[in-house]
């Protein structure tokens, strides 16, 4: 079945420390990927999206890549910031109706001053 | 434009016991999608509804239930509750339709079961 591997954390910079998360999905047809993060005691957020093989999705400082022939959609922050301390999930949908998000385990990433 | 909400923030149960959760769509959304996330987890797919059914279901049991009004808010019913049912729930609205089927998520309800 369908489904979406991160790499595991924590993961711990410091400030302006260059950031990526991997992530690598298998899935059926083409699925739209994306990127949501969570912060402590909150719900997900959309930070970015791409919908077709070789798109560029990016949105506050973070980019992914949508890659076809390696199926990853890794994200990476070229200078993290403290208020980026949150955790991150990559998550596919196979862009069918009544079909859901299918989530990795998420990422917690820490970044200290 | 107004965001995903939902109501309570937060539960507390007992094992047996009923819970109904709602959430209210994002504005001009027309489909709700439920998520258990429990602790140190990813989210994991429920139910989804649309125009008012059911069109989607993932691996959860016949005690989990829902409903969609006409102005697209909606419930999730857990019957029976159990220890292992205790997570944060979160409600998602997308509109039918969009390419890539993005959703939008509320702030969840963290429901405890004693």
């Known amino acids: 079945g369908d489904s979406v591997t991160q790499m595991e954390g924590p993961v711990t910079l410091s400030e302006e420390a260059f950031l990526t998360i991997n992530c690598t999905y298998t899935a059926t047809g083409y699925p739209s990927l994306f990127w949501y993060v969570q912060y402590p005691g909150e719900g997900l957020q959309l930070l970015l999206k791409?919908?077709?093989?070789?798109d560029k999705g990016s949105n506050k400082g973070f980019e992914a890549t949508y890659r076809k022939e390696t199926t990853s959609f890794h994200l990476e922050k070229g200078s993290v910031q403290v208020s980026d301390s949150a955790v991150y999930f990559c998550a596919l949908n196979t862009n069918q109706a009544g079909t859901a998000l299918i989530f990795g385990k998420g990422t917690t990433l820490s970044v200290s001053s | 434009e107004t965001g995903v909400t939902q109501s309570p923030t937060h539960l507390i149960k007992t094992r047996g016991q009923q819970v109904t959760l709602r959430c209210s769509s994002q504005s001009g959304h027309n489909t709700v999608s439920w998520y258990q996330q429990a602790l140190g987890q990813g989210p994991q797919f429920i139910f989804q509804y649309y125009r008012e059914e059911e069109n989607g279901r993932g691996n959860f049991p016949p005690r989990f239930s829902g409903l969609q009004f006409p102005n697209y808010s909606s419930e999730l019913n857990v019957n029976a509750l159990e220890l292992d049912d205790s997570a944060l729930y979160l409600c998602?609205?997308?509109?039918?339709?969009?390419?890539?089927?993005?959703?939008?998520f509320g702030p969840g309800t963290r429901l405890t079961v004693t």
């Open positions: 791409a919908t077709k093989a070789d």
């Open positions: 998602a609205s997308s509109l039918a339709g969009m390419v890539s089927y993005e959703q939008y």
